[in-house]
Nanobody, 115 residues
Framework: QVNVVESGGGLVQPGGSLRLSCAVS????????MAWFRQAPGKQRDLVAV???????HYADFVKGRFTISRDNAKNMIYLEMNSLTPDDTAVYYC?????????WGQGTQVTVSS
């Protein structure tokens, strides 16, 4: 059974920081490309950041320079370090594990940026 579990969301003030974590089990983690997506109310789910099996990273333009994705293959985990948060970053953040055709999602963790 595959489990993808996000944690670390919460309420933070504008300009603040949060660190999201995603724990994965039931797969050969090192073989999967991992990503963070987010979905705000009434909007589509957008890619935030990707880290592939070679640890190459790609970021959406709207988070470049503010967010950092990383992975720990020994712990089967990925992280998203988020800095300089703004209200526009408010969304449910989802962790994704992909090795085509396999594609797994977590349930998401809410991030709310508000004063």
């Amino acid at each position: 059974q595959v489990n993808v579990v996000e944690s670390g969301g919460g309420l933070v003030q504008p300009g603040g920081s949060l660190r999201l974590s995603c724990a994965v089990s039931g797969i050969t983690f090192s073989a999967f490309s991992m990503a963070w997506f987010r979905q705000a109310p009434g909007k589509q789910r957008d890619l935030v950041a990707v880290i592939d099996i070679s640890r190459r990273t790609h970021y959406a333009d709207f988070v470049k320079g503010r967010f950092t994705i990383s992975r720990d293959n020994a712990k089967n985990m990925i992280y998203l370090e988020m800095n300089s948060l703004t209200p526009d970053d408010t969304a449910v953040y989802y962790c994704n594990a992909k090795w085509v055709p396999l594609d797994y999602w977590g349930q998401g963790t809410q991030v709310t940026v508000s004063s």
